[in-house]
C-alpha cells in the first residue's frame, strides 16, 4: 500500500485543566506513556517517515520526545480538525496515495483494525472510508446517518441530532482514510459555518457524495474504541481499558 497518515495532535487538553505551562494534552500519561506514544504503536505498520504529527502548543515537547524519524507540521492556531489536515496540504501535493486519519487522543483503536480499513477501502477504490462501531454508552457521539439504499448519507454531531437521529445505533469512530487527491481537492470547500467557527473533517465525506465521489463505511466490533481523551473521567476510563487490554494479553 502507499500509505501515509496524518495524526492531529496540537491542543492544549483544556478541559482536562491543565497546569500553567504542563505537557500538550497527547503527552498526558495513559496507562504508564503517553497517549500519542500508544496511538504511534498502533500505526507501526506505516513507515515512520510517512508519519506526519500535528503539532501546536508546546511542539517541542512532542519533538524531542518522539525524535526526529517522524514528520512534523505546525498548526499555528488550532482551527479545528479540518484545519490540522489542511496545514499539512503542502506536504501532500505530490503524494498519491491512501491517507489514514487518526487523532493523538485516541489509544485505544488496534493496529490490526485500523491497518484493515486501509486495506478495504484500497480493494474498494474508494475516496474516503470511515470506520464506525456501535456503544450505546456514548450517547453524545457523532451518528452514521444512511440513505433509504443504507449508503452513507452524512455525519450527525451528537448534539445536533434530532430524536429520530438520536435513536441511531451506528456511531462515527474519528477514523478516516482518504484517497489523497480527493482529500485535498474537496477539503478547501469546508466552511466555518458553527459555533466554534472550526473547520470539521467530518464534512468532508458529505462534500465528496456531491462530487460525486465514492464513500464508504467499516464497521468494528469494540465499540470501547470510540473513546478519546477529553477530560479526566475519559482519561480514567481510557486507562482502565489499556490496562485490561495489557493484561489479557
Known amino acids: 500500500m502507499n500509505l501515509r497518515t ?7 487538553g483544556t478541559r482536562l485543566n491543565p497546569k500553567e505551562g ?5 503527552m498526558r500519561l495513559c496507562a504508564g ?6 496511538v504511534l504503536e498502533n500505526v507501526a505498520f506505516i513507515p515512520k517517515d510517512s508519519v506526519y504529527i500535528v503539532v501546536g502548543y508546546k511542539k517541542e515537547t512532542v519533538t524531542s520526545y518522539f525524535g526526529s524519524e517522524y514528520q512534523y507540521v505546525e498548526q499555528k492556531e488550532q482551527l479545528g480538525t479540518g484545519h490540522a489536515v489542511m496545514v499539512c496540504e503542502p506536504a501532500f501535493r505530490d503524494f498519491d496515495g491512501t491517507v489514514l486519519v487518526t487523532f493523538g487522543d485516541m ?34 457521539w ?6 433509504e ?21 451506528e456511531l462515527f469512530s474519528g477514523v478516516l482514510v482518504f484517497n489523497s487527491r480527493s482529500l485535498f481537492k474537496v477539503l478547501p470547500e469546508v466552511r466555518t459555518a458553527n459555533v466554534q467557527h472550526e473547520y470539521y473533517l467530518t464534512e ?4 465528496m457524495l456531491k462530487h460525486g465521489m ?10 470501547d474504541d470510540l473513546r478519546g481523551v477529553n477530560t479526566e473521567e475519559d482519561l480514567r476510563i481510557c486507562e482502565g481499558i489499556l490496562k485490561q487490554r495489557l493484561a489479557r494479553r
Open 142 to 147: 457523532a451518528r452514521i446517518v444512511r440513505d
Open 107 to 140: 489509544p485505544l483503536f488496534g493496529r490490526e483494525e485500523l491497518k484493515a480499513i486501509c486495506r478495504y477501502h484500497e480493494q474498494a477504490e474508494a475516496d474516503c472510508t470511515l470506520m464506525t462501531a456501535e456503544n450505546p454508552d456514548l450517547k453524545m
Open 22 to 26: 504542563s505537557a500538550p494534552k497527547v
Open 149 to 169: 439504499n443504507g449508503r452513507f448519507a452524512a455525519i450527525v454531531e451528537g448534539k445536533d441530532c434530532t430524536p429520530e437521529q438520536a435513536r441511531i445505533k
Open 6 to 12: 496524518i495524526i492531529p495532535a496540537a491542543g492544549k
Open 204 to 207: 468532508v465525506p458529505e462534500l
Open 214 to 223: 465514492k464513500v464508504e463505511t467499516y464497521q468494528i466490533l469494540d465499540g
Open 33 to 38: 506513556r503517553p497517549l500519542l506514544e500508544t
